[in-house]
């Protein structure tokens, strides 16, 4: 990939490192602990190793570097370069042996998303982007992402990760929307997200985001040509409900009709 962002380099060590400790363990007999009691938030060793990896080797490397992660919380999140991590973005797909996962791997540099990776090593690849440019990594090759041009709801490919993740005040929005949609696919994870950067779909919109969940993706979005941004048009930093488009101008006519839905 082709990434100016002075952290670039690491970042391929992140990957690389968190790549060796997860995928041993797709496909394989697992355990699988809940992390709710009411409700159904898988965890595994893969997430818990691939994040100790991670943050092993920011702590060798980058001690004055601040850390948030899924798995294990924050450390010196007040530094001016924060490491965000979701080891495994789409533990329920890991643990059916579904592909549609990755490891998250962002950076804030004084509260900003600036630099991003979203690596699947199962299926050897990755998407990177440092919000100028954007690029991807795999069996086709490496290329430059561009996001495509969709000015209108009625061209649009949406994703959500499931409707049910949505509040009934959101829900009904959400669904007026896609009912304007060409086509609405669920369950891609951060796969979403990576399709719209490559220019396949158009629009995400989900809701009940962590940072973890979308520092990563932000630049990779950007970078494409993109626009990320809560339902309210302010920053992804800290997650919350989250609309990307690949296209600016069909971003404004999303954030029309989502802005004021009232948080509940």
């Known amino acids: 990939m082709q990434l ?11 990957a690389k490192a968190s790549s060796a400790a997860i995928l041993p363990h797709f496909r394989t007999s697992h355990g699988v602990e809940n992390k709710l009691s009411g409700g159904f938030d898988p965890v595994t060793v893969a997430d818990r190793g691939g994040e100790e990896a991670m943050r092993a080797l920011i702590n060798a490397r980058h001690p004055e570097h601040g850390i948030l992660g899924e798995e294990f919380g924050s450390e010196r999140t007040d530094a001016e370069h924060v490491w965000v991590l979701d080891p495994i973005d789409g ?12 490891t998250l791997i962002g950076l804030t540099t004084n509260g900003r998303p600036s ?16 919000t100028k440019s954007a ?6 090759g490496t290329r430059q992402l561009k996001s495509r041009a969709c000015a209108s709801l009625a061209d649009a490919v949406l994703f959500t990760t499931s409707p049910r993740i949505f509040k009934p005040v959101e829900k009904e929005a959400y669904d007026s929307i896609e009912k304007q949609v060409r086509l609405a696919r669920y369950g891609t994870d951060c796969y979403a997200y990576c399709m719209v950067a490559a220019g396949m779909a158009d629009v995400v919109i ?50 029309k009709q989502l802005m004021d839905v009232p948080q509940t």
Do not use: K
């Open 4 to 14: 100016s962002h002075d952290f670039y380099p690491f970042l391929e060590d992140l």
């Open 206 to 255: 989900e809701t009940g985001l962590q940072a973890y969940d979308i520092v990563a993706l932000a630049p990779i979005i950007e970078g494409a040509g993109g626009v990320v941004t809560t339902w309210s048009g302010g920053s992804p930093a800290n997650g919350g409900r989250i609309v990307a488009s690949g296209d600016p101008r069909l971003h404004e006519i999303v954030l």
């Open 135 to 140: 690029w991807y990594r795999g069996p086709l």
């Open 91 to 102: 533990t329920r797909s890991f643990i059916t042996g579904l592909p549609t996962w990755g």
């Open 115 to 130: 630099l991003g990776m979203m690596v699947q090593p199962y299926v050897n690849e990755a998407y990177a982007g440092d």
